[in-house]
T-cell receptor
Framework: DQQVKQNSPSLSVQEGRISILNCDYT??????FLWYKKYPAEGPTFLIS?????DKNEDGRFTVFLNKSAKHLSLHIVPSQPGDSAVYFC?????????FGAGTRLTVKP | NAGVTQTPKFQVLKTGQSMTLQCAQD?????MSWYRQDPGMGLRLIHY???????DQGEVPNGYNVSRSTTEDFPLRLLSAAPSQTSVYFC????????????????FGPGTRLTVT
């Protein structure tokens, strides 16, 4: 059973515009949510996280929003840059458990 | 610091063979974990360790063994390779000092691409 879902396999945006990546989860035991970024032939790189006690966390151009009642989180990238082109994985965690979504491939066009 | 290193980068095995994927980190991290990544499925947790001498199972532990005799090393053993274990394997470690959900903010190694024929 896939407890973390990223329903958009790909997303294409223009440089300078906003990128919004979405993620849904089913297990209410998850209390910490993370986004990882992955370039080809490399390991994932941690990007940003949010605890379930918050609804928003910002780090520079990256903002993660959490809607616990809807079991939904999103990653906003503003402004998007060509170097942001990568696969983005959403993840949800609890103590002793970590689940990833299947990933969304973001392409930022110059 | 070299970070998280994995060897080998590529490996081809025949069904039934055994092998060990190596993982090492030089950041003195307590928490380490192994994942496999398959097309369309994201990463799945195989085993993890919260410190030397302590390991536990993740989502997909069958067919894999781990041990953690030192803080630095966390090898993953395939006991009898099967074609279903063809995948890319990632090792990761965390700098978090408290074993809670934030321990999953991890540094990943570059991966080992394993093919079982």
């Amino acid at each position: 059973d896939q407890q973390v879902k990223q329903n958009s396999p790909s997303l294409s945006v223009q440089e300078g515009r906003i990128s919004i990546l979405n993620c849904d989860y089913t297990n209410s035991m998850f209390d910490y949510f993370l986004w990882y970024k992955k370039y080809p032939a490399e390991g994932p790189t941690f990007l940003i996280s949010i605890s379930s006690i918050k609804d928003k966390n910002e780090d520079g151009r990256f903002t993660v929003f959490l809607n616990k009642s809807a079991k939904h989180l999103s990653l906003h990238i503003v402004p998007s840059q060509p170097g942001d082109s990568a696969v983005y994985f959403c993840a949800a965690s609890a103590v002793g458990d970590m689940r990833f979504g299947a990933g969304t491939r973001l392409t930022v066009k110059p | 610091n070299a970070g998280v290193t994995q060897t080998p980068k590529f490996q081809v095995l025949k069904t039934g063979q055994s092998m060990t994927l190596q993982c090492a980190q030089d950041m003195n991290h307590e928490y380490m974990s192994w994942y496999r990544q398959d097309p369309g499925m994201g990463l799945r947790l195989i085993h993890y360790s919260v410190g030397a001498g302590i390991t536990d199972q993740g989502e997909v532990p069958n067919g894999y063994n781990v041990s953690r005799s030192t803080t630095e090393d966390f090898p993953l053993r395939l006991l009898s390779a099967a074609p279903s274990q063809t995948s890319v394997y990632f090792c990761a470690s965390s700098s978090t000092r408290t074993w809670d959900s934030s321990a999953w903010e991890q540094y990943f190694g570059p991966g080992t691409r394993l093919t079982v024929t």
